[in-house]
């Protein structure tokens, strides 16, 4: 695995019928996955993006979020998650900025594009009516033939921009996989065959892209939900029984706080992070009393 795009082609040649993803029951093998990248990386070089454009993505959690991000990698292109949040003033700043080629967007996001005059970028639709896949379909299902630096961009993400305007941070391919080989060998984090993990976390956020990439390069599924709902997150827990997840201090005081945690079966979670805030002593006690009685582990 030297790069991004590599990752995929690993599980691919070495565990293909493995489960990558389960979003909404729907479930996504390796195998799947890696065809499915490698199509959309031939339709965006067909669209006219290389080595060194950009793709953004503007939408919610899903199984086509990550096949857009390994499509654009594997097609040279670096990946641009747009925050989901933002007014149409705001995205276009970023766009202005940034430069995309192309822009992958959810019929629910529509709106938030800038209109015109703005000149947008081509765009192609995820919708009931037009789901990712269709738009690649037809393209070959091998890996596009791009000799791709570890040097080269991979992610591009925005700071929140609470200190002036926002900037955007380039990750290169081997800043990435270095990322993740220093997370494999960390001792604390315990990655097991077999693990699974929640994703629940804004995918524009570093947090949530680390910890799920973490988790691929591992060989783990990744259980996905649209956004962060303490409801929905505590039934998925109960239903899908993770052995992962990841918060921030904020979402663990609202899991806790909800109704359900008191009936939520928590057994099958043996690890859960937290980052993006410091934690108050008092929070961090209530999670412990939980680990102590339903099997949770906070790091």
């Not at 454009?53 to 998650?81: E, Q, T, W």
């Not at 705001?90 to 209109?115: G, R």
Request: proline letters at 7%; charged letters at 20%.
């Amino acid at each position: 695995i030297r790069t991004l795009g590599d990752l995929s082609t690993y599980f691919h040649r070495h565990e293909p019928s493995r489960r990558a993803i389960l979003f909404e029951g729907r479930e996504v093998t390796w195998g799947e996955f890696e065809v499915r990248a490698n199509r959309l990386a031939h339709r965006l070089i067909a669209e006219g993006v290389g080595p060194g454009d950009r793709v953004a993505f503007l939408g919610k959690n899903s199984d086509d979020y990550f096949i857009a991000m390994f499509g654009a990698v594997k097609a040279g292109a670096a990946f641009l998650p747009l925050n989901w949040r933002l007014a149409p003033g705001e995205v276009a700043e970023i766009l202005s900025d940034s430069e995309p080629k192309l822009v992958i967007v959810e019929d629910e996001h529509l709106a938030q594009l800038p209109p015109a005059p703005f000149p947008l970028p081509a765009l192609m639709k995820i919708g009931a009516g037009a789901p990712l896949a269709s738009y690649a379909s037809d393209q070959p299902a091998g890996v596009p033939p791009l000799v791709i630096s570890e040097d080269d961009i991979a992610i591009l993400l925005y700071t929140s921009g609470t200190t002036g305007r926002p900037k955007g941070v380039m990750l290169s391919h081997g800043g990435v996989n270095r990322m993740r080989l220093c997370e494999h060998l960390e001792p604390a984090y315990q990655w097991r065959d077999g693990d699974s993990f929640l994703f629940t976390l804004p995918n524009f956020h570093l947090l949530g892209i680390g910890l799920s990439l973490q988790c691929l390069y591992n060989g783990l599924s990744l259980t996905i939900l649209r956004r962060f709902d303490p409801a929905e997150s505590l039934a998925a827990i109960s239903r899908e029984h993770p052995t992962l997840l990841v918060l921030t201090p904020t979402m663990i005081q609202m899991l806790l706080d909800h109704p359900d945690a008191a009936t939520t079966d928590f057994s099958s979670l043996r690890l859960t992070m937290y980052a993006g805030s410091p934690i108050s002593l008092g929070l961090i006690k209530r999670a412990i009393v939980l680990n102590l009685d339903k099997g949770w582990y906070v790091y």
